[in-house]
């Protein structure tokens, strides 16, 4: 198995798109990219701490590609709005891509410049592409929230 992290606005959505892919084995909501260790929740809406909200994401390369795991991502938000996803404003909710590998690090910078190139945006992509750092999980009532309370697709 791979591992493979993403934020693109409200976690519950982003996980829940992500938990539909053929190939992935599971999927966790959680923080990275931020200051403080074993955040909460309410700490990481507080905006002070640098985190964002995450999907982790673990898959089988045999199933499906890292490039088809970032095509997902790039379809499932705009990733030309800073700090913001619909009505979701602040740091929490930026566009990122946390990679754990170098040719992680190279197909997200491939794919952010093509599709770039390509005008599907009229705005330049803000998309934060970083290294992986410590995920912090986050509470349990947050994982595969929207099954949870019923609006799953």
């Not at 992500?18 to 260790?37: P, Y």
């Not at 490039?67 to 990733?79: A, I, K, M, Q, T």
């Not at 979701?88 to 754990?100: E, H, L, N, P």
């Amino acid at each position: 198995m791979q591992k493979a992290s993403f934020a693109a606005g409200c976690f519950w959505g982003v996980e829940e798109t992500f938990r539909h892919v053929d190939g992935v084995t599971s999927t966790a909501v959680g923080f990275m990219g931020g200051k403080l260790e074993n955040p909460s929740y309410e700490n990481v809406c507080s905006g002070d701490t640098g985190h964002a909200e995450v999907v982790h994401v673990e898959y089988d390369p045999e199933l499906v590609s890292y490039e088809e795991l970032l095509r997902v991502f790039w379809n499932g938000h705009d990733p030309t709005t800073p700090n913001r996803q619909g009505p979701d404003v602040g740091s929490q909710y930026r566009s990122a891509i946390f990679f754990y590998t170098p040719e992680q690090e190279a197909a997200a910078r491939t794919s952010k410049e093509m599709l770039q190139a390509s005008d599907k945006f009229k705005d330049p992509i803000v998309t934060e592409i970083a290294s992986a750092s410590a995920f912090y999980r986050a509470e349990e009532y947050h994982q595969s929230y929207l099954e949870k309370v019923g609006r799953a697709h």
